[in-house]
């Protein structure tokens, strides 16, 4: 049996920014997805994914050669497995050669609809398995900046901005004395990336202006020594992507009154936000239903 494991990931500044080459810090979480690949003898590929809590969500049968869906529990699902399996093989033609079948699960850490990465680790474990450049998968598959395949093959926070269509990872350390006060709060709904993406692409944007601004916020978060200084910078971040996107922040859109700092993270509307505060302050957000609320310690590699 081969097994291969990616890490899930969080962008912490950057967002939008860093599909047009700016610098954004990111963190590997302690969540992420298991990949599982068992030969057998039905001359078909044996799918299924399985949620955190060790439930199947989804099957799929593929024939071995042509890749085809035989049958499925989810069609729309399967089709992009199959895509995904087809672009690997065409990235390396010996790509289950030789097999005469295989059972594959692949099972995830956290639930589905957190948004932090059930996509990008999927196509890193199936990259691993493939013996293939992760990165043209996904470009091939989903697109993307990439960073989440970063973050899928790190084990530490990194700085990553593509350019030239060339990913540049630098592995930093992220682990400010004030990290007890940073909690990671689920919004309770998933935001589509690539609608995200394509949203951002058709708006006209001073990237000149913007790049800079974001490189030196993402520098600036690195060197920070004190919370006071790093919550100015989570809401100038804010403050600067909300004008980019002509989007109001998370912050006034839903928690004018909270008196620390908000700050959304990957595709704005949905997923987590990071805040600060302290374990008592995290009852404001209770009280309003968002109940999937983690400190630092939890969610961060």
């Known amino acids: 049996m081969k097994k291969f494991y990616s890490n899930g990931k969080l ?3 950057g967002e939008y920014a860093i599909l047009d080459g700016a610098e954004g810090l990111a963190l590997p979480t ?18 299924r994914s399985l949620d955190e809590t060790n ?10 050669e042509s890749l085809k869906v035989i049958e499925t529990s989810d069609p729309v699902i399967a089709h992009r497995l199959s895509e995904i399996l087809n672009e690997a093989k065409t990235a390396n033609p010996k790509f289950l050669e030789n097999l005469k079948g295989v059972y594959a699960d692949s099972i995830l850490t956290f639930p ?14 199936i990259s691993k398995w493939a013996n293939i450049d992760p990165y043209r998968l996904l470009e091939a598959t989903f697109g993307g900046s990439g960073y989440d395949i970063a973050c899928a093959q790190h084990n530490s926070a990194i700085v990553y901005s593509k350019k030239q269509n060339h990913p ?13 006060s940073i909690f990671f709060i689920y919004l309770n709904q998933k935001k589509n990336s690539r609608e995200a993406i394509d949203s951002y692409r058709k708006r006209a944007i001073d990237k000149v202006d ?12 690195l060197n920070c020594n004190n919370l006071p200084e790093f ?15 002509g989007i109001t922040t998370i912050k006034e859109k839903l ?21 600060t505060g302290t374990m008592d302050t995290m009852s404001y957000f209770r009280d309003k239903g968002y109940t999937t609320i983690l400190p630092f310690h939890e969610m961060i590699l």
Do not use: C, R
Not at 31 to 44: P, V
Not at 210 to 221: C, V, Y
């Open 168 to 180: 540049y990872i630098k592995e930093v350390t992220f682990n400010p004395k004030f990290k007890d």
């Open 210 to 221: 913007l790049i800079p601004q974001i490189n030196q916020i993402t520098t600036s978060i």
């Open 11 to 13: 962008l912490l500044s």
């Open 255 to 275: 928690f004018d009154d909270y008196p620390k700092s908000i700050k959304s993270l990957g595709a704005w509307g949905g997923d987590f936000v990071m805040t």
């Open 231 to 245: 919550e100015k910078l989570m809401d100038t971040h804010e403050s600067l992507i909300s004008k980019t996107l």
């Open 55 to 64: 439930n199947v969500w989804f099957t799929a049968h593929l024939d071995l």
């Open 30 to 47: 302690k969540f992420g997805q298991h990949l599982s690949i068992k030969d057998s003898d039905t001359g078909i590929i044996n799918w």
């Open 112 to 125: 589905k609809n957190w948004g932090l990465g059930s996509s990008s680790t999927l196509i890193n474990n």
